[in-house]
Structures are given as structure tokens and as C-alpha cells.
């Protein structure tokens, strides 16, 4: 508001006051491309969390979000859903699941957290619930309860941090 009244002013002849009105007005410019650049950045780290956690946010990330930002997850999971339906035929391509390519389609994991049951593809169910060693209290997990299954299948469980991938 005062740079617009001291542009009318310089237009009634006090011409003293064009520099301070370009300072401003290359201030606000500054202002701006700082606060675009800011909100990039949010929309590009908003856009990871989609692969990452996958398409349900943590309540913890989205109670820190604006509604215009979560809205703008919304759109782009669905986005990036109708894509990946429309690849790979009638069952359609999980893009997400492999973010780094696989140098073998079974793994071995550990369980961190009780999920419950899990299935596979060929109908085998494995219950995933940590062991714990005895006397632990549920403090020490065993490390003689592992599992081997497809990497594909448990890739997204591994992100969510209720399996551990073991490296031998």
C-alpha cells in the first residue's frame, strides 16, 4: 500500500521517490521467487511421500500439511493410480513397488511389529508377528524367527518399517 501511494506521488512529480520504489518492488520480486521456490520445494517432497509410504499418509505427516497440500497428494495419487492401472493389461503396474532394481526376487525378513497375517500369492498365509527372545519382556526380538518371501510382496511393509530386510 505505501509503494502504490508513493508510485502516484512519483507520477505527480516527486521523482526522489523511483529508486526507493524500485528497491521495493525488486524486494517483493525476491520475496516471491523465495516463497515459489519454498512451496516447489514442499510440492516435490509432498510428491515422494506418495512413493515412499505409499498412498495413505502417516497421520503425523498430514497434521503438518496444509488442506490446498493435502488435497494436491490426493490428486496426484489418483493421478499416478489411473496411470498405473492403464500399464501392464488388466491387472494394471505397481510402479512403487520396486524403487532400486532387485538382484533376487526372494528376500529374507524379520518382523519389527505385529501385522497380523499375510498372504501370498500361491494362498500361503504367514502370520508376521516378532518373536522375542526369552526373558526379554518383549524388548529383545529373536533373530531365529525370518521368513523368505518375494521382495515384491513385502517391499511396501519394509518402507512402512514392520519388516526388516536381512542382509546375510
Known amino acids: ?6 508510485v502516484s506521488d512519483a507520477k505527480s512529480g516527486r521523482t526522489e521517490l523511483i529508486f526507493l520504489i524500485r528497491f521495493r518492488h525488486c524486494c517483493l520480486l525476491r520475496n516471491q521467487r523465495c516463497i515459489l521456490a519454498y512451496l516447489y520445494d514442499r510440492l516435490l517432497r509432498i510428491r515422494a511421500l506418495r512413493w515412499e509410504c505409499g498412498s495413505v499418509l502417516p497421520n503425523t505427516t498430514q497434521f503438518h500439511m496444509s ?6 497428494f490426493n ?19 505397481d510402479l512403487t513397488q520396486d524403487l532400486k532394481p532387485p538382484k533376487s526376487l526372494y ?5 519389527l511389529r505385529d501385522y497380523g497375517e499375510f498372504e501370498i500369492d500361491d494362498g500361503t498365509t504367514i502370520l ?6 526369552p526373558g526379554s519382556q518383549g524388548r529383545l526380538p529373536c533373530v531365529c524367527v525370518q521368513h523368505f518371501l ?3 510382496k513385502c517391499e511396501q511393509l519394509i518402507r512402512q518399517g514392520v519388516l526388516e530386510h536381512i542382509l546375510s
Open 75 to 93: 490428486r496426484y495419487k489418483k493421478s499416478l493410480a489411473t496411470y498405473m492401472r492403464s500399464v501392464g493389461g488388466e491387472e494394471g503396474l
Open 150 to 152: 518375494p521382495r515384491w
Open 107 to 111: 528376500i529374507e525378513v524379520r518382523c
Open 67 to 72: 488442506a490446498e497440500e493435502v488435497e494436491w
Open 1 to 6: 500500500e505505501r509503494n502504490q501511494a508513493d
Open 128 to 133: 508376521l508377528q516378532p518373536g522375542w527372545l
